[in-house]
């Protein structure tokens, strides 16, 4: 089957540092991932999508890597900042790209 | 513009009643998704509709669930004779087109607290 696997555990980083979350998947590489956010009591929203042929792609302080040696995706936060504290969800296109995956999400909190 | 909407955004009824929520996607989307969230799990897949026809309704978790679409607009997810582990949120998306290129766009939720 077609997982998506994030670290379950919150990561806690100090206000101006890089926060890095890690998703790594299973079975065939899809051709694309897409990174959300998802703050308390509202819906994911949508961040970014990197393409199998995209090594890296940005926006303003995000960063996401897509490495399909290591079927692994990285995404970075930069001067992190306390608004930046929510969970982040990455997902995979399944069932013949008719539906998607998403991961359990890490929760970031940014300390000031 | 608006985006999607969903009502009620909490309900709570009793185990072995039936309950409807109800999503509003964004206007001109052919795609709409239904999405389960429990307490400390991931986003659980339901249900996608293209336009009104659902062509995948391998997520649906018992054949007390069920959802339509009418117009190509609004959807009703229906759950009868609620369980208590039916409780979870429970979250519309829709994209323009279809799953594969294009983004979706989620609604707030429903919270459905069954007792």
């Known amino acids: 089957s077609q997982k998506i696997e994030q670290n379950s555990e919150a990561l806690n980083i100090q206000e101006g540092k890089t926060a890095t979350l890690t998703c790594n998947y299973t079975?065939?590489?899809?051709?694309?991932l897409q990174w959300y956010r998802q703050d308390p009591g509202r819906g994911p929203v949508f961040l970014l999508l990197?393409?199998?042929?995209?090594k890296e792609k940005r926006k303003e302080r995000l960063k996401v890597t897509f490495d399909t040696t290591l079927k692994q995706s990285l995404f970075h936060i930069t001067a992190s900042q306390p608004a930046d504290s929510a969970t982040y969800l990455c997902?995979?296109?399944?069932?013949?790209?008719?539906?998607?995956?998403f991961g359990i999400g890490t929760k970031l909190q940014v300390i000031p | 513009g608006a985006g999607v909407s969903q009502s009620p955004s909490n309900k709570v009824t009793e185990k072995g009643k039936d309950v409807e929520l109800r999503c509003d996607p964004i206007?001109?989307?052919?795609?709409l998704y239904w999405y389960r969230q429990s307490l400390g799990q991931g986003l659980e897949f339901l249900i996608y509709?293209?336009?009104?026809?659902?062509?995948?309704k391998s997520g649906l978790p018992s054949d007390r669930f069920s959802a339509e679409r009418t117009g190509g607009s609004v959807s009703t997810l229906t759950i009868q004779r609620t369980q208590q582990e039916d409780s979870a949120v429970y979250l519309c998306?829709?994209?323009?087109?279809?799953?594969?290129?294009?983004?979706?766009?989620f609604g707030p939720g429903t919270r459905l607290t069954v007792l």
């Open positions: 997902a995979r296109p399944t069932g013949g790209y008719q539906k998607v995956t």
């Open positions: 079975n065939y590489s899809p051709a694309y």
């Open positions: 990197i393409r199998e042929n995209e």
């Open positions: 509709f293209q336009g009104n026809s659902a062509p995948d």
């Open positions: 206007s001109g989307h052919t795609a």
């Open positions: 998306a829709s994209s323009v087109e279809r799953v594969g290129t294009d983004t979706q766009y």
